[in-house]
């Protein structure tokens, strides 16, 4: 780890436990040996950050010290490229339109330095040939779930079963270029998922759903467990 991404990592640990902290604790969470985190605290008190303590004691954070906002360091800038990317290569044209932007907005709030990180992080995500196409439906049954919308679609199984179903859709995963959708389907009365790209037709309902603590997308994780 860099020690400038270090030393942010620590203030940042500082100010989510809200009380002091030793040494070793510190050196416990960075995984690094406590004199390091001595030098560390030696350099940041320098620097002017509002650190109180002492060796042997501990530190803690003044309340009126606040991070700049969108301070990354370089390990996080690249989890962030590599994610914009690859729901640029994987999502449907709305989504991908809407990681292009935010990456807009976050490169004219980045400092320089790590705006080019951002820009240029040898992470990318690419759509090989054989994968299939982004199911057209993506789009339609994402906002359906935003505005807790029913969706009716005529699905086609892996077994080759043909069936029409109303379903609550509550969350998506994607396995690769495949894209789940998992709902309440109302034929069932109960989870399913379903493969978009199986979904043959599809309508976004004027009827909305509320589901009770049973039926929600967490719920349905809490099943996997």
Same mark, same amino acid.
């Given at each position: 780890?860099? =020690?400038?991404?270090?030393?942010?990592?620590?203030?940042?640990?500082?100010?989510?436990?809200?009380?002091?902290?030793?040494?070793?604790?510190?050196?416990?969470?960075?995984?690094?040996?406590?004199?390091?985190?001595?030098?560390?605290?030696?350099?940041? &008190?320098?620097?002017?950050?509002?650190?109180?303590?002492?060796?042997?004691?501990?530190?803690?954070?003044?309340?009126?010290?606040?991070?700049?906002?969108?301070?990354?360091?370089?390990?996080?800038?690249?989890?962030?490229?590599?994610?914009?990317?690859?729901?640029?290569?994987?999502?449907?044209?709305?989504?991908?339109?809407?990681?292009?932007?935010?990456?807009?907005?976050?490169?004219? &709030?980045?400092?320089?330095?790590?705006?080019?990180?951002?820009?240029?992080?040898?992470?990318?995500? %690419?759509?090989?040939?054989?994968?299939?196409?982004?199911?057209?439906?993506?789009?339609?049954?994402?906002?359906?779930?935003?505005?807790?919308?029913?969706?009716?679609?005529?699905?086609?199984?892996? =077994?080759?079963?043909?069936?029409?179903?109303?379903?609550?859709?509550?969350?998506?995963?994607? %396995?690769?270029?495949?894209?789940? &959708?998992?709902?309440?389907?109302?034929?069932?009365?109960? %989870?399913?998922? %379903?493969?978009?790209?199986?979904?043959?037709?599809?309508?976004?309902?004027?009827?909305?759903?509320? =589901?009770?603590?049973?039926?929600?997308?967490?719920?349905?994780?809490?099943?996997?467990?």
């Amino acid at each position: 780890m860099r =020690p400038a991404d270090r030393l942010f990592r620590i203030i940042q640990l500082m100010r989510s436990t809200g009380r002091a902290m030793t040494a070793a604790e510190i050196a416990e969470k960075m995984e690094v040996a406590p004199r390091t985190i001595y030098r560390d605290m030696e350099h940041l &008190m320098a620097s002017g950050a509002p650190i109180e303590g002492e060796r042997g004691v501990g530190y803690m954070l003044r309340e009126a010290f606040d991070a700049p906002p969108l301070t990354f360091t370089f390990e996080q800038l690249e989890a962030l490229a590599f994610g914009l990317r690859a729901v640029e290569m994987l999502g449907d044209p709305r989504l991908g339109q809407a990681a292009r932007e935010a990456k807009e907005k976050m490169l004219g &709030m980045l400092p320089k330095e790590h705006a080019e990180r951002l820009i240029s992080a040898p992470i990318h995500a %690419f759509r090989s040939s054989a994968q299939p196409v982004v199911p057209d439906c993506l789009g339609d049954v994402r906002s359906a779930l935003s505005a807790k919308r029913k969706v009716w679609i005529a699905y086609h199984s892996l =077994p080759g079963e043909r069936s029409q179903r109303v379903v609550w859709p509550l969350g998506f995963a994607a %396995f690769g270029a495949i894209w789940v &959708m998992t709902a309440w389907c109302e034929m069932r009365n109960g %989870f399913r998922d %379903f493969r978009l790209d199986r979904v043959e037709d599809w309508k976004v309902m004027v009827d909305r759903f509320e =589901p009770d603590l049973h039926q929600t997308y967490q719920a349905y994780l809490r099943t996997l467990s």
